[in-house]
């Protein structure tokens, strides 16, 4: 006997019933609805395993396959040497993944026994680092960064201190060693950021900013990250997790928006943007005056989205509609890499622009020598273009 729903009980009850010959296996197999094949595997498993040949096994995980033995022994030592997770995989041949999830399951262990008599290195520094430290992962940065009791992410106490008090103008970036920082591969584009001049060309302009923890240098290194990561304006920043935007850039996290907005309202003060572009494209020309002797001129219309300002509306392609836009005029040298640009406020024709905004300014960065420009259909006219083949 076995109650109906006991389908581990039945298997043995059916087995019995053909083992004593009480039931024939066909007539057991419709009464009981299974398939009289399986009756008679059963039949076999139950006279050479018993009862516990018919009770199924738990499905799952059966352990470990590759950290055991000797492989787990050498990764906790490479962990006991202070070597970062990414360093033990690769020492034994294991994804980090698997190092994480081995330590999350407590098979390994991140530090020293007690009285193990190991050396014990000291903790990484603010700026240094070498191969031998170990380099923080982002579970450990994200628990720090949320432990902090000044903000999310702030760890500079002393330098925050001393620009509240007007003793430093500004914090210097410093970095550490970390691994698996988000958005990683903008850092490899900072250094082109500085060869184009742009904290250098910002400090010719604009100065310096008030005293704070985050200076000129910084503001711009925001924003151009913000540009590298298609981040449309600065209150799309709350989105990003600030600490590891801070690790790119070297502070302790990135400024809050309200300190961007406040940052930029001082730069915009000063109206001085015009001359911080022509002092870039004056930088780019120097490098590689070559390039300038072909120029390529286009037009690109860009929505406008605000409420400030009424302007006119124009066809966006794009979008198939006609929407408020107005149109920017790039100026490109003959390696494709942007001179100028500059705005149409009311959508004019592109005639008109290289007459009266566009050509002015090349002759201004180029000087006395001609240039080759080119352009689409759009700026096609036989009397702009014989008065310009005279000066261009």
């Not at 603010?126 to 191969?131: A, C, I």
């Not at 400030?308 to 392609?317: G, I, M, Q, S």
Request: glycine content about 10%.
């Amino acid at each position: 006997m076995h109650k109906v729903e006991d389908r581990a009980g039945a298997r043995p009850a059916a087995s019995q019933l053909l083992t004593l010959k009480l039931a024939k296996k066909k007539e057991l197999a419709k009464a009981l609805n299974v398939n009289w094949n399986t009756l008679s595997r059963r039949q076999q498993k139950m006279l050479q395993e018993g009862v516990a040949g018919l009770v199924d096994k738990t499905r799952g995980p059966k352990g470990a396959y590759k950290l055991t033995g000797e492989v787990l022994a050498q990764a906790q030592q490479c962990l006991y040497e202070r070597k970062s997770i990414r360093q033990t995989g690769a020492a034994v041949g294991i994804s980090e993944g698997a190092i994480r999830y081995a330590i999350k399951q407590g098979h390994l262990c991140c530090s020293l026994p007690a009285g193990s008599g190991m050396p014990v290195q000291p903790e990484p520094k603010l700026g240094e680092g070498s191969e031998g430290e170990p380099a923080l992962g982002p579970g450990e940065r994200a628990r720090r960064a949320m432990q902090s009791a000044a903000g999310v992410g702030v760890r500079r106490h002393e330098e925050r201190v001393m620009t509240s008090l007007g003793s430093l103008e500004q914090a210097m970036p410093a970095f550490e060693a970390m691994e698996a920082v988000e958005h990683g591969g903008a850092f490899a584009a900072i250094p082109a950021l500085l060869a184009q001049g742009l904290v250098e060309t910002g400090k010719a302009v604009y100065g310096s900013l008030r005293n704070g923890f985050y200076g000129l240098q910084s503001v711009l290194l925001t924003f151009g990250l913000t540009a590298l990561l298609r981040v449309r304006n600065p209150e799309q920043l709350q989105y990003h997790p600030p600490a590891e935007l801070g690790v790119l850039l070297g502070p302790d996290r990135i400024p809050e928006v309200k300190t961007l907005r406040r940052k930029l309202d001082e730069m915009a003060q000063q109206k001085k943007a015009a001359e911080f572009s022509r002092q870039l494209a004056e930088g780019w020309i120097k490098q590689d005056p070559d390039t300038v002797g072909f120029l390529y001129v286009d037009g690109h219309v860009r929505p406008y989205h605000g409420y400030k300002h009424d302007l006119p509306e124009t066809h966006v392609a794009c979008r198939r509609l006609c929407m408020d836009a107005t149109t920017d005029f790039w100026v490109n040298d003959a390696n494709a890499e942007p001179v100028l640009v500059v705005t149409a406020p009311a959508n004019n024709s592109l005639t008109s622009m290289l007459r009266e905004k566009i050509l002015p300014q090349v002759h201004q960065l180029v000087g006395e020598r001609r240039v080759t420009v080119v352009f689409d259909r759009e700026g096609w006219s036989p009397r702009s273009t014989g008065r310009w083949s005279d000066t261009c």
